[in-house]
């Protein structure tokens, strides 16, 4: 395999037959040691969370195949770590779309003047953010992508819809386990000009909480699988 990428969480190889395969690694977002997905840097080392994240991510990569929503997965390697997937191209230098069903963490750092920490969300708040972690990953609206030429208008309304349709997806596997999801992170790209997604549906990548804590990626990974 040929390296092409190295993420926070991933690194990414080109396969002989024209697919991806993505080595899932132990690295979490955070800062100063505490889990955090609205983070923009690597901030802890959890051992074995790569090889979990794989689970919980073909899980609901399998959920969603049986929705009838199309995604980049293809197979998946749980001993290894890896995931051959579909090769995409990603929109811009890479872009983060977040969906949010209670205000919390950056949301609240952004708008806390608005808006108190544990505030429902109606519907679910989408919004996007560029890969850049100089800049802090800034956020941008859809009429900024298409102004921008990342993506067009009819992209992002997809790209939308099938954000709010995967994290209600999510959110109501959780629920059957007494966990609630407050927000989640997505990537997206697009193959042969569809709009599809890409990347993990993992914990390290989701913000859960039982009652009033918040699950650590381990402990939900466990919880997740082990029902």
């Known amino acids: ?43 802890l080392t959890i051992d074995g969370i790569g090889k979990a994240n794989l689970e919980t991510s073909v899980r609901y990569f399998e959920l969603l195949k049986k929705a009838g929503i199309k995604t980049h997965y293809v197979s998946a390697d749980i001993e290894n770590a890896t ?5 995409a191209t990603v929109f811009g230098h890479g872009l983060e779309v977040i969906c949010r069903l209670v205000a919390t963490g950056s949301f609240i750092r952004r708008y806390g003047e608005y808006i108190k ?34 993506m067009s208008s009819e992209m992002f309304e997809s790209m939308k819809e099938q954000t709010l349709k995967i994290t209600k997806i999510v959110a109501d596997d959780l629920k059957e386990i007494g966990l609630d999801l407050w927000d989640i992170k997505f990537e997206f790209g697009y193959n042969n000009g569809e709009v599809i997604l890409i990347d993990e549906i993992a914990s390290g990548n989701m913000r859960v909480y039982k009652g009033d804590k918040i699950v650590e990626p381990v402990e939900l990974t466990k919880l997740i699988l082990n029902r």
Do not use: H, R, S
């Not at 991806?20 to 983070?39: A, I, N, R, W, Y």
């Open 83 to 87: 995931m051959e997937v579909l090769p």
């Open 1 to 43: 395999m040929t390296k092409i990428y190295e993420g926070k969480t991933k690194d990414v190889y080109k396969l002989d037959n024209g697919n991806v395969c993505l080595k899932f690694k132990d690295d979490c977002t955070g800062k100063d040691g505490v889990f955090d997905p609205g983070e923009n840097a690597v901030g």
């Open 117 to 150: 920490d544990g505030t429902v969300l109606e519907g679910g708040y989408v919004e996007c953010t560029f890969k850049n972690d100089e800049k802090g990953d800034p956020l941008v609206t859809g009429e900024g992508l298409a102004a921008l030429g990342v």
